[in-house]
């Protein structure tokens, strides 16, 4: 089963951490890369983007208020939710003072849309 993994965490946290306790975390984003997981870090800046009247309107501000900003993202595969939790747990994110936001990913592209829909039938 694959996995979105929504990464917060400043970068204020992470720089009190030491260089050890930095190269080790980082250590374990590195074997979630050799697992296959597609990883991302993300600026800060943000655009959010409504259209709920037809008429697209962007903002630059978060759509929803965080203790933290969204510092990253990986799409992680795991057998089961507790698995992922595992993976994820020794990540910088997770042990420096943010968090990891794990959601179970039903579909990931339109192979799959369609797959899924025709078995429906």
């Known amino acids: 089963m694959k996995f979105l ?10 720089s009190e951490l030491s260089k050890a306790e930095q190269d080790m975390l980082l ?5 979630l890369r050799q697992r296959g997981a597609l990883m991302g870090a993300v600026k800060t ?10 008429v697209p309107e962007a903002a630059n ?3 929803a208020k965080l203790e ?10 795991a057998d089961t939710l507790a698995d ?3 993976l994820v747990a020794n990540t910088p994110c997770a042990r ?6 794990i959601r179970p990913i039903l579909i990931l592209n339109a192979e ?10």
């Open 5 to 14: 993994c929504l990464a917060y965490g400043s970068e204020t946290d992470w």
């Open 27 to 31: 250590a374990q984003d590195e074997l």
């Open 45 to 54: 800046e943000v655009t959010t983007v409504r259209a709920w009247s037809g």
């Open 61 to 63: 501000q978060p759509f």
């Open 112 to 121: 799959e849309w369609k797959a899924t829909n025709q078995q429906d039938r």
């Open 96 to 101: 420096a003072k943010g968090a990891i936001e």
């Open 84 to 86: 992922a939790v595992k």
């Open 68 to 77: 933290a900003p969204l510092a990253g993202f990986s799409i992680t595969e």
